[in-house]
């Protein structure tokens, strides 16, 4: 999703339910892809990536999706839990640029009890 | 803990005075990454370095911002003469050469009056 200014986009998901987070990428060429669990006050952390080469990839609880077609990408969360309550961001590295991480707009989701 | 770590964590300055962080990285990690992060938005990348090579600086902000990694361990950044709009989050992460994958710290808060 996109950012406005601190308006970020939120997910609100009942615990239990799967969530599903969104993110348009900018840059075509790019060929790997991460997503970032951000609690308030901390650090991003990291929770899965992808390169180009493929669609899908399965962590624990945790499934990311590449259309590549309409430069998408998701993160899925199975069953989720209080403590998933983050921001999340999605991260591109363009062609040419080294190893530098080009971020999205983040996605606040928010787990009700 | 073996993780990325930063410090200080908080940063309170006056504008005008310059201010320097500190990051260790992973210590087998031979990459090196900083990012500031504003309210409500992803990181944006900085500077990197591979070893104590700095391999990309054009993204630095202004020249009042600069880093270094003199023995290819732990960096420091440094910024110059600050200003209220320097106000953020400054990351820092790390990587192994030829893994994508980076691994955040806590992050330094700079808050200039």
């Known amino acids: 999703g996109e950012s406005v200014g601190l308006h970020l986009p939120t997910l609100s998901v009942q615990e239990g339910d799967n969530s599903i987070i969104n993110c348009a990428y900018s840059?075509?060429?790019?060929?790997?892809f991460i997503w970032y669990k951000q609690e308030s006050g901390k650090g991003p952390q990291f929770i899965i990536d992808i390169r180009s080469n493929m669609d899908k990839r399965q962590g624990q609880r945790v499934t990311v999706l590449l259309n590549k077609t309409v430069k998408h990408l998701s993160l899925q969360i199975a069953a989720t839990q209080p403590g998933d309550s983050a921001v999340y961001f999605c991260a591109e590295t363009p062609p040419r640029a080294g190893n530098m991480l080009t971020f999205g707009g983040g996605t606040r989701l928010m787990v009700k009890p | 803990d073996t993780g990325v770590s930063q410090n200080p964590r908080h940063k309170i300055t006056k504008r005008g005075q310059n201010v320097t962080f500190r990051c260790d990285p992973i210590?087998?990690?031979?990459?090196l990454y900083w990012y500031r992060q504003t309210l409500g938005q992803g990181p944006e990348f900085l500077t990197y370095f591979q070893n104590e090579a700095q391999l990309e600086k054009s993204r630095l902000l202004s020249d009042r911002f600069s880093a270094e990694r003199p023995k290819g361990s732990f960096s420091t950044l440094e910024i110059q003469r600050t200003e209220q709009g320097d106000s953020a989050m400054y990351l820092c992460?790390?990587?192994?050469?030829?893994?994508?994958?980076?691994?955040f710290g806590p992050g330094t808060r700079l808050l200039v009056l």
């Open positions: 992460a790390s990587s192994l050469l030829g893994r994508e994958t980076q691994y």
């Open positions: 840059n075509s060429a790019s060929d790997y």
């Open positions: 210590s087998e990690h031979n990459r």
